[in-house]
């Protein structure tokens, strides 16, 4: 058995940099998939708890962005 030196040069270091992009890209789509979910379920509870209220979400809204002085 030969041992070696490691592939070097610029091919190598280049393909690593790519795998690391590659897996970073992964890594934020991954998150922001997530992201997203966690969102519609959130939204799915505030549409529940309007529905069981009796509220609709313009009143909400509109509600929400009274001056303080208009409360």
């Known amino acids: 058995m030969e041992n070696r030196p490691a592939p070097s040069g610029p091919g190598v270091t280049a393909g690593i940099c790519r795998i690391g992009r ?3 890209a992964w890594t ?3 998150h922001r998939l997530r992201c997203h979910r966690q969102r519609l379920h ?3 509870m505030d549409e529940r708890m309007l529905r069981d209220i009796g509220a609709s ?13 208009q409360l």
């Open 22 to 24: 590659l897996a970073g």
């Open 28 to 30: 934020k789509f991954v």
């Open 42 to 44: 959130l939204a799915e």
């Open 57 to 69: 979400r313009s009143t909400v809204w509109h509600e929400q962005r009274k001056w303080w002085w």
